[in-house]
């Protein structure tokens, strides 16, 4: 919780306030594909992302605007700006 909360407000909002996935300690991520989620806890506990295809990249933007991870919204953008070049 802490490593997700110090990379996202949204995460930090979820974890530490009164919600349904702080007191089931579960969070639901019903429009991200397995690799985009895995890619993005990837960069989230290591700060770097690994081999992604445009897909993944697309979707791990996708995530990091909706929870707010904006590091990763910036390399993200300038992974798929380079591909579409």
Known sequence: ???????????????????????????????????????????VYTGEIGEVDEETALSMLFMSDEYQARSLTEMSSKFLTSVLS
């Open 1 to 43: 919780k802490a490593v997700l909360a110090s990379w996202s407000s949204v995460f930090s909002s979820m974890f530490y306030h009164d919600t349904v996935e702080n007191n089931s300690c579960i969070v639901d991520f019903p429009d991200v594909e397995s690799k985009g989620l895995e890619s993005f806890l990837e960069f």
